[in-house]
């Protein structure tokens, strides 16, 4: 198979983990005789130093113009701390899944059996979880008007759904649920929240169509609970741009770590596959970042942008077998972990590509 992949590290550890997921995407065509071709884009801090532009017209181009995304992070102290920074990372990222209509994150929680103990949730309460969360992204309080009045001493963001952003979201979130253990469950505030009363009236609707999945309604604030009580209730969650954003950095510690957690970005056009993770400054340089988020969002390109299961499986079978074999990055290790297995991200990378 011929494809174009853009490979756009972006910020921070998104360099460092980038190059892992890319050296694992041409490992891959090697073994399964695929012919990708890649380029590189620049997005966030790099590309403001760059250009001024957090997602210069060139970058959003070149994602137009290839077959799948390879995305790292975005951010940089620099503006976390600066509140009154105009052009910032972020923006870059928000108006690129904006621009390629990317409306629905795919974020497997994936527990891998060996980093039962690197969690600090029990093992016997993780054994068996198995997530997959849909999280609207292109709607929500993060793309509403936003401003300041008074004088600058009243800030307001505005949230707002419509009827269309629902539905389509949850339409898939239902024929997810379908090819899995056929349970739904929908995170909303509708106790309060205007925008979660419209979501939850539109999954009502649509839940007849679908009478082999079991829906639920869970408010977040008790799926915030539930989620570290008792994940094993949880098969596909469907929920809001803010509450999955939330939610999923909560589950990242069903499946270990940050370092883990691979997502889809998918939509109208090109697919964008990124580690729910940020640009991580408090350990970019040090070469400790675990790669493996970037790896499986390279497995989850392969799989749902080309269709390539098997090449995709053979992604987290390697992955699977690293870390039987005792391997850890920083992040998942533990007291039993010896120093010996202990990898940086580079050393994970290529005892990763020796088991591909
Ligand atoms: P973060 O996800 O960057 O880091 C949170 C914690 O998890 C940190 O302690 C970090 O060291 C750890 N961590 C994250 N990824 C890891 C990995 N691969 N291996 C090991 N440890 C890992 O979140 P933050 O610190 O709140 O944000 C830092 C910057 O990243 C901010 O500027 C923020 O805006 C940005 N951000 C970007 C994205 C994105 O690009 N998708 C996502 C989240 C945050
Ligand atoms: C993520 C990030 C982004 C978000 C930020 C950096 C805009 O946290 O990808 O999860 O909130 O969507
Ligand atoms: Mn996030």
Same mark, same amino acid.
Do not use: R
């Given at each position: 198979m011929k494809k174009h992949i853009l490979i756009v590290p972006g910020d921070g550890i998104g360099q460092e983990v980038t190059?892992?997921?890319?050296?694992?995407l041409e490992k891959i065509a090697a073994k399964f005789g695929h012919e990708f071709t890649y380029d590189e884009a620049l997005i966030g801090h790099v590309a403001i130093e760059a250009t001024g532009n957090p997602l210069p017209d060139e970058t959003l181009e070149k994602m137009r113009a290839s077959d799948a995304v390879l995305f790292g992070a975005v951010g940089h102290p620099k503006y976390d701390?600066?509140?009154s920074a105009k052009v910032r990372p972020e923006q870059g990222l928000l108006k690129m899944r904006k621009e390629l209509g990317l409306y629905a994150n795919l974020r497997p929680i994936k527990l891998f059996d060996e980093l039962l103990g690197?969690?600090?949730i029990k093992p016997e309460i993780l054994r068996g979880s198995d997530i997959l969360f849909f999280r609207e992204l292109t709607g929500d309080i993060y793309f509403g008007e936003k401003g300041r009045k008074n004088e600058g001493d009243t800030a307001y963001d505005i949230a707002?759904?419509?009827r269309y952003e629902v539905e389509r979201i949850a339409r898939k979130a239902f024929d997810a649920a379908r090819t899995r253990r056929k349970k739904l469950c929908s995170v909303d505030k509708a106790n309060v929240l205007e925008t979660s009363r419209l979501w939850r009236e539109v999954v009502q609707k649509l839940a007849p169509e679908y009478p082999d999945v079991e829906v639920e309604h869970q408010f977040v604030d008790s799926a915030a609970m539930m989620l570290i009580k008792d994940p094993k209730r949880f098969d596909v969650v469907v929920t809001a741009n803010l509450f999955g954003d939330i939610l999923t950095d909560e589950a990242s510690q069903i499946a270990g770590s940050m370092g883990m957690l691979a997502s889809a970005s998918v939509g109208d056009s090109t697919g964008v596959y990124e580690p729910i993770h940020g640009s991580a400054h408090d350990i970019t340089g040090k070469g400790i970042a675990n790669p493996l988020?970037?790896?499986?969002?390279? *497995?989850?390109l392969l799989d749902i942008s080309f269709g390539l299961k098997a090449e995709s499986d053979a992604i987290i079978a390697a992955v699977d077998k690293l870390l039987k074999d005792g391997f850890r990055t920083k992040d998942i290790a533990d007291e039993t972990t010896p120093a010996d297995k202990?990898?940086?991200?580079? *050393?994970?990378?290529e005892e990763l590509l020796k088991r591909i």
């Open positions: 190059e892992v997921g890319k050296k694992v701390n600066d509140p690197a969690s600090s707002e759904y419509s988020a970037s790896v499986l969002s390279a *497995a989850l202990i990898l940086n991200t580079q *050393a994970a990378g």
